[in-house]
């Protein structure tokens, strides 16, 4: 009953993580701890471990449809994997009912700057670092017409990137949602390409903080494996519907997901 829980939940988890960029662990993390009672430590080490399996089960069909840029994701790795070991190196001295706290403020934050934005800001100029390495890019909308976008402030979002990758390692939610609004916010990406590229970050990033959590015993094979399966299945599902939502309806679930998530982890840290 335990296990088929925890793959029930899991499947959920997949797939708003999938839909939305967020790599899952943005849901899993608190039904672990808020609904099944597990230490937020344990918890957070099996979303690193599931959030690997979200982003393979994602980014094969995210690239197949065009839309992850994988040249802009290889270079903002640099920055999440260099935060991720720092993420790390501070999550062993911070209080569990920080981590809550920290989740739950962050996630309040995310939901307010995406309810801000009613619809995708494209550049218009191309910064001279996306012009020289050629981060530019394109996609196909599901009514055939092709969509060509820059990439602004890139300095900028490697330096977020850094930030996406302590929060990942502290929290074990993949970071996505900070690298969604980096690359959605600042560097004026179309959401649709933010998410995908996000979705196959995410699962580097994750693997960095997840070896770490390994090599000190916080990962638990009878949680993190039907959580891993689980959430295969639901990111499969979510790619598959992600490229026929509209940006406007995916930005609206994302903000009523983190809203819902924040409320309940703020009380769970401040009780």
């Known amino acids: 009953m335990y296990s088929t829980l925890l793959f029930s939940s899991a499947i959920f988890a997949g797939f708003l993580g999938s839909l939305l960029g967020l790599g899952g662990g943005i849901i899993i993390v608190p039904i672990l701890t808020l609904a099944l009672g597990i230490d937020i430590r344990f918890a957070i080490a099996a979303s690193l471990i599931s959030i690997v399996a979200t982003s393979s089960g994602a980014a094969a069909s995210f690239l197949k449809d065009h839309l992850t840029n994988l040249r802009l994701a290889v270079l903002?790795?640099?920055?999440?994997v260099c935060g991720a070991i720092v993420g790390f190196l501070l999550a062993s001295s911070i209080n569990s009912k920080f981590l809550f706290i920290?989740?739950?403020?962050?996630?309040?934050?995310?939901?307010?700057m995406m309810l801000r934005k009613k619809e995708d800001h494209r550049a218009d100029v191309d910064h001279p670092w996306s012009e020289k390495l050629k981060l530019a890019g394109q996609y196909t909308e599901k009514n055939g017409q092709l969509i060509h976008y820059k990439i602004a402030s890139v300095p900028l979002g490697l330096g977020l990137m850094f930030v996406a990758?302590?929060?990942?390692?502290?929290?074990?939610?993949?970071?996505?949602?900070?690298?969604?609004?980096?690359?959605?916010?600042?560097m004026k990406i179309p959401m649709k390409?933010?998410?995908?590229?996000?979705?196959?970050?995410?699962?580097?990033?994750?693997?960095?903080?997840?070896?770490?959590?390994?090599?000190?015993?916080?990962i638990r094979p009878e949680i993190a494996c039907p959580v891993s399966v689980g959430i295969i299945i639901g990111s499969w599902v979510g790619a598959r519907v992600m490229p026929k939502m509209p940006a406007a309806t995916i930005r609206k679930i994302f903000v009523i997901v983190l809203s819902i998530v924040s409320v309940q982890m703020l009380m769970k840290g401040f009780k």
């Open 76 to 80: 903002l790795e640099v920055g999440t």
């Open 102 to 112: 920290l989740f739950g403020f962050f996630l309040l934050f995310s939901a307010l």
């Open 165 to 186: 990758g302590i929060l990942s390692a502290l929290l074990g939610i993949g970071s996505g949602i900070f690298k969604v609004m980096a690359m959605d916010g600042v």
């Open 193 to 218: 390409v933010s998410s995908a590229t996000s979705n196959f970050m995410i699962g580097v990033t994750a693997t960095a903080s997840a070896g770490a959590y390994f090599l000190r015993g916080d």
